[in-house]
């Protein structure tokens, strides 16, 4: 069977771990791959299996799963998304499409933003689940519940990782951006408090950084 070509729409959280699921934009993909594939569900807990997906060159309308699982026919041109986290791998060709935003963070810095991050990258494998009954899918988004101990704890990391770097023998050219960086990573609760914590970007340190020293993601 040749392989079809798909544009959908999906959508995309308002920001980068934002677990809220009403905030959101509408952005556009494409899919290409097999018309019709067959994915595995749990039969107790309803969920996509991680166990890839068959087509008919690979039998599988005529494969027999596992007691504990369902076999469910995903047609591509139905079900896009469900199609393009399953069976369409991420090649720097789709990664090209990606575009990017400037964004201006409260402490002045500016950071590129997806605009449209791939599909596999929006929502979570073992979050999509299947209703028999409908013959549809839900989702949830991919998501880290970051709280803002968890802000502190990596901002208390980070000032204990770079204490040598302004020991009181280092040559103030390299020891004033590090100061700069620290003092930044000190004001970061008071810098970021109307945000919440998911939405903190955590200072970039000066070059060259040491090699165990963790930056913003």
Same mark, same amino acid.
Do not use: G, Q, R
């Given at each position: 069977m040749s392989d079809i070509t798909v544009n959908f729409t999906y959508k995309v959280p308002n920001g980068k771990n934002n677990p809220n699921v009403e905030d959101f934009t509408i952005e556009t993909w494409?899919?290409?791959g097999p018309?019709?594939?067959?994915?595995?569900?749990?039969?107790?807990?309803?969920?996509l299996e991680p166990m890839g997906y068959l087509t008919e060159e690979t039998d599988g309308k005529t494969y027999n799963p596992l007691p504990t699982h369902l076999k469910v026919e995903v047609n591509a041109g139905k079900n896009p998304l469900v199609a393009t986290i399953v069976a369409q791998p991420l090649s720097y060709e789709l990664l090209a499409t990606v575009r990017t935003a400037s964004v201006v963070l409260p402490d002045g810095n500016t950071v590129l933003e997806d605009v449209n991050p791939p599909p596999q990258d929006v929502y979570k494998y073992d979050g999509i689940t299947y209703a028999p009954g409908a013959d549809s899918w839900s989702y949830k988004w991919v998501d880290?519940?970051?709280?803002?101990?968890?802000?502190?704890l990596l901002r208390d990391t980070l000032l204990? %990782? +770079?204490?040598n770097r302004v020991?009181?023998?280092?040559p103030d050219s390299i020891k004033q951006p590090w100061i700069d960086y620290r003092q930044a990573l000190r004001d970061m609760p008071t810098v970021w408090a109307?945000?919440?914590a998911w939405q903190v970007r955590v200072p970039i340190?000066?070059?060259?950084?040491? %090699? +165990?020293?963790?930056?913003?993601?």
């Open positions: 494409t899919y290409t018309e019709k594939l067959w994915v595995f569900v749990d039969k107790e807990t309803l969920k880290e519940e970051v709280t803002w101990d968890d802000i502190k204990t %990782a +770079s204490d020991k009181f023998d280092t109307d945000y919440e340190p000066p070059n060259p950084a040491p %090699a +165990s020293l963790p930056v913003d993601s």
